[in-house]
């Protein structure tokens, strides 16, 4: 019975370990305005945690920063950018176990205002 109840508890921790992973993503703002706030949720979820970006907002045009994304039971994350200019891009579906970096600017390029006025793609 005690060895029994022994793997189980080794067969649960990799779960419990697994929910508790960080990935690590580069945010490159490469947009023309300063993006001011990031936040992060696990997809479709609407639990939105806002990731620090610095003293000061991330600059246009190439300024960069880390950004450590709690994993969750699930790689794929919606994100919500708030720009200077007053802009909100909401990008669904980010995979932050795959790719390593965020460029806000193409999906800005790309994407469709929805009716509340916030471009989503």
């Given at each position: 019975m005690r060895a029994w109840l022994l793997a189980a508890l080794f067969v649960s921790l990799p779960a419990t370990a697994s929910v508790d992973r960080v990935c690590y993503v580069y945010l490159v703002?490469?947009?023309?305005?300063?993006?001011?706030?990031?936040?992060?949720?696990?997809t479709k979820s609407q639990q939105w945690v806002r990731l620090p970006i610095g003293e000061q907002?991330?600059?246009?045009?190439?300024a960069a920063t880390m950004l450590g994304i709690r994993k969750g039971t699930?790689?794929?994350h919606d994100f919500r950018i708030a720009f200077a200019d007053g802009r909100v891009l909401i990008q669904r579906g980010f995979?932050?176990?795959?790719?390593?970096?965020?460029?806000?600017?193409?999906?800005?390029r790309h994407s469709q205002p929805v009716r509340d006025g916030e471009p989503e793609i």
């Open positions: 703002n490469d947009a023309k305005s300063s993006v001011v706030s990031f936040e992060a949720a696990p907002p991330l600059a246009g045009g190439g699930d790689c794929l995979d932050i176990c795959r790719f390593g970096s965020f460029h806000p600017d193409f999906y800005l």
